[in-house]
């Protein structure tokens, strides 16, 4: 049996349905009692992290296979398996390793979602066993580092804020069936302030975001990019961003070239003129909304 278990955990990728199909029931089910806990979660991150740890092994007809034999399932399940553990647990080890699983998994569900609208439903449509969604699992991680100045973080809980932080930006992307819940569930003001004021040599007049230097960098223009996903596509989170002007003027600094966005942007800014007080509404984001 522990050679059977081994030979299943060897760091290598599979691409057929029953390969896959191996590794996922191996990622969905634990071997404690066979193999210690610290093992156990080490081995289910190593086969996630070479079976589904980059967007090349997540995309297309893979991707698609993955999905079809319960990858996302089981991702989302043992993030909430690993979660127990590492809020429950009194070895810090047991409860690091828990940490770096969960980041395996989230970071995997970020390329399964990239491009897939199946899988982006999947992730929607995922219910653990108290009733709650896939949607709402990434919420409460989020939710869980509220307030946490980057700063205060360590290396790994950075990680795990910027996968989830990628998870969102992928969901959310031309997918309102998405963005209208994230913005029930109070996503809206959580991405708000991990933008603006998660570091706190950001001041109120700041218009950019981070720079090169701060490891924090990817995951607030992923922050910020999930906030303009949802901008359009949900009405409530539009009017929500629309008061916010140093937002706006983020939003505009980083992306107000993009061609692409310029309706999104219009939209934003003729609800903020609606909104605002007259003296905060700059006269210069007229030339925008023509």
Known sequence: MMEEYMNCTRVEIVHDRKGLTSVINRIRHTQQGKISLLDDFTHR??????????????????????????A????????VEAEKFRVNHGNKEIQDEA?????????????????SVGNRTAIREFIDSNGGNGLEWMVKHLEAYDGVQ???????????VTAVIGVLRN???????????????????????????????ESEHDSSLPDQSKPWREAAF???????????ED???????SMNVRLISILLHSWGS????????????????????FDKYSPNWDTIIK
């Not at 998405?178 to 109070?186: A, D, K, L, R, S």
């Not at 990019?225 to 949802?230: F, K, Q, R, S």
């Not at 009405?235 to 961003?241: A, E, H, N």
């Not at 993009?258 to 007080?277: D, T």
């Open 150 to 160: 980057w700063k205060d973080m360590n290396g790994v809980q950075i990680k795990l």
């Open 45 to 70: 991150k190593l086969l996630i992290r070479k079976n589904m740890g980059s967007l090349k092994l997540c995309q297309l007809d893979r991707g698609e296979l993955l999905r079809e034999v319960g």
């Open 258 to 277: 993009n061609k692409r966005l310029h309706k999104v942007f219009a939209n934003l800014l003729r609800a903020a003129k609606e909104r605002l007080p």
């Open 171 to 201: 969901v959310t992307h031309k997918t309102p069936e998405n963005c209208t819940p994230f913005h029930v569930y109070g996503l809206t003001p959580l991405l708000i302030w991990r933008v603006l004021y998660a570091s706190e040599e």
């Open 235 to 241: 009405k409530p989170c539009l009017q929500f961003c």
């Open 99 to 115: 940490l770096e699983l969960t980041v395996a998994c989230w970071g995997a569900l970020r390329e399964l979602a990239c491009g």
């Open 72 to 79: 996302i399932n089981a991702l989302l399940i043992t993030i």
């Open 222 to 232: 992923r922050a910020a990019g999930t906030l303009i996903n949802m901008i359009a």
